[in-house]
């Protein structure tokens, strides 16, 4: 496993849970942003997630960029409320 899809060794299952849950909540949304403390396998999680999807044939786009790198209305959104 490791070798097919970046598998990181996590004896306690705390990856495969994270991904389970990143599973869950796509199914709801289009869209999440992950957030955590250093180590905690966010990197790990989507690459895990994506390349499992990949070797299943599902089309998988992800997007990896720095919030510093763009303003907070053009990573949230915004509502204008003259055109609103």
Partial sequence: MQTDY???HDPD???LLKITQLIELL???H???LMGNPGSFKSAMWKVLKNAKTRRG???TTV???PKAIS???LYG???MQTR
């Fill in 78 to 80: 915004f509502v204008n």
């Fill in 13 to 15: 299952g705390y990856l």
């Fill in 72 to 74: 907070t209305n053009e």
């Fill in 58 to 60: 599902e089309k998988t």
């Fill in 6 to 8: 970046g598998y990181t």
């Fill in 64 to 66: 990896d960029f720095s």
């Fill in 31 to 33: 869209c999440v942003f």
């Fill in 27 to 29: 199914g709801i949304r």
